[in-house]
């Protein structure tokens, strides 16, 4: 029997987080999505502590949007997680897409954040 998404995802998560960690000095950017929402979240893995973390449940990104599912939700979590971080003194971060495609949504927030001045 083939494998299921979910199972496959995971999968690649596992075989991407094997290279990839954040520090103090370059935290991990991780992206997670689900159907009614998307989430943002700052972490430095050698204290495994969340410094920062953004998402279309907080009220403030959720304003003014149409839907909490599509594209434009994504840029705007994107762009509020690069403001909070660059407030927070973060200029730099390890992506970590959570064995998602890099297409669409996952697109969308990683590029807002690099214009939002988040270097990765």
């Known amino acids: ?9 995971k999968r690649r ?6 290279n990839l960690s954040g520090s ?11 159907l009614h929402h998307i989430y943002a979240t700052v972490v430095d893995d050698s204290e495994g502590r ?4 953004a998402s279309t449940l907080q009220q403030a990104v959720a304003d003014g949007l149409q ?3 599509n594209v434009a939700a994504a840029q705007k979590v994107g762009a509020t997680i690069a403001q909070k971080a660059k407030e927070a003194g973060i ?4 992506f970590d897409r959570g064995g998602l495609k890099y297409h669409g949504r996952i697109k969308a927030l990683a590029d807002a954040a690099r214009e939002a001045g988040l270097e990765f």
């Open 13 to 18: 998560h596992r075989r991407m987080r094997r």
């Open 50 to 53: 969340t410094i920062l973390a």
């Open 91 to 94: 200029t730099s971060v390890v």
């Open 24 to 34: 103090a000095q370059r935290p991990r950017l991780l992206v997670r999505r689900t």
């Open 1 to 9: 029997m083939p494998e299921s998404r979910e199972a496959s995802r």
């Open 67 to 69: 839907s909490r599912t």
